[in-house]
């Protein structure tokens, strides 16, 4: 059963728009939360992260809202360009930090 | 830095051959891991290790085994190929406690028909 779920395969958004990356979880242990990004052929990167101790996390123009009581999560790029075109995972730790536990993925578009 | 690196890119196996996926760090992290991402679902952890001659499983750790006899090295062995295990693989580090982003490589491709 999967803990981390990310419910949209799929987003498409214009260049210079909001792009929002919804991502939610059902174990209430987990209490660090990361963004990766990938590219085709390409391993996934770091891209933010938060620790359940904070609400908001920003750099740049990524910024990560956590919603504990609601076991939500979101990635926000603000503006998007469109060398953000990639897949987003959303992953989820607890306790230890040993294990890592990941969405299924959101493959975001941003149009020219 | 090379970072993480994986060998082979791509591998065809046979059902029931052997292989062994290979992942190397120069990072000097203590931490490794490795995942399998199958077709529209996210990467699932198959073994873990948190420092030379310590390994553990993950949620997906049957049909493979692992060994860290270096901080380096982490390699990954399937012993009896299964169609099931057709994926890519990914390996990744992380420095250690506290650091929590973890580094990939680019990933092995493995079909087994």
């Known amino acids: 059963d999967q803990q981390v779920k990310q419910n949209s395969p799929s987003l498409s958004v214009q260049e210079g728009r909001i792009s929002i990356l919804n991502c939610d979880y059902t174990n209430s242990m987990f209490d660090y939360f990361l963004w990766y990004k990938k590219y085709p052929a390409e391993g996934p990167t770091f891209l933010i992260s938060i620790s359940s101790i904070k609400d908001k996390n920003e750099d740049g123009r990524f910024t990560v809202f956590l919603n504990k009581s609601a076991k939500h999560l979101s990635l926000h790029i603000v503006p998007s360009q469109p060398g953000d075109s990639a897949v987003y995972f959303c992953a989820a730790s607890e306790g230890n930090f040993n294990k890592f536990y990941f969405g299924s993925g959101t493959k975001l578009n941003v149009k020219p | 830095n090379a970072g993480v690196t994986q060998t082979p890119k791509f591998r065809i196996l046979k059902i029931g051959q052997s292989m062994t996926l290979q992942c190397t760090q120069d990072m000097n992290h203590n931490y490794m891991y490795w995942y399998r991402q199958d077709p529209g679902m996210g990467l699932k952890l198959i073994y873990y290790?948190?420092?030379?001659?310590?390994?553990d499983k993950g949620e997906v750790p049957n049909g493979y085994n692992v060994s860290r006899s270096t901080t380096e090295d982490f390699p990954l062995r399937l012993e009896l190929a299964a169609p099931s295990q057709t994926s890519v693989y990914f390996c990744?580090?992380?420095?250690?406690?506290?650091?929590?982003?973890?580094?990939f490589g680019p990933g092995t491709r493995l079909t087994v028909t």
């Open positions: 990744a580090s992380r420095a250690g406690q506290g650091i929590y982003e973890q580094y």
């Open positions: 290790s948190v420092g030379a001659g310590i390994t």
